[in-house]
């Protein structure tokens, strides 16, 4: 097995980054950690996670729009941040 290398790592992404549940926000603030025990028996619906770094610098409308994304279709990737386009124009220098 070869051995994890550089700071880019699928090991590092995943074991050395807090990975939050942004969709289930607890009282005193932060975030539940991500996942869930059972589909089935949950009353929480799916889960949207990212890092907490990411959470942490997303607003409550980026959060909200990307959980909205995610439940309507749960199996597709979709992107945390949506970035707006300018009309599709272009600025003259």
Same mark, same amino acid.
């Given at each position: 097995?070869a051995k +994890? !290398? @550089?700071k880019g790592?699928l090991?590092n992404?995943?074991k050395?980054?807090?990975w939050?549940?942004? #969709?289930? +926000?607890k009282k005193?603030g932060g975030?539940?950690k991500?996942?869930?025990k059972?589909a *089935? *028996?949950s009353k929480? @619906?799916?889960?949207k996670?990212?890092?907490?770094?990411?959470?942490?610098?997303? /607003?409550? #409308?980026?959060i909200k729009s990307?959980? =909205?994304r995610? !439940?309507?279709? +749960?199996?597709k990737?979709v992107? /945390?941040i949506? =970035?707006?386009?300018?009309?599709g124009?272009? *600025?003259k220098?």
């Open positions: 097995m +994890p !290398r @550089g790592t090991h992404w995943f050395k980054e807090k939050v549940d942004i #969709s289930a +926000p005193g975030y539940e991500c996942g869930r059972s *089935k *028996k929480r @619906g799916y889960p996670c990212v890092p907490q770094a990411k959470a942490n610098k997303m /607003t409550k #409308s980026q990307a959980v =909205k995610k !439940r309507a279709n +749960p199996l990737k992107k /945390t949506i =970035k707006k386009k300018n009309n124009t272009k *600025k220098t």
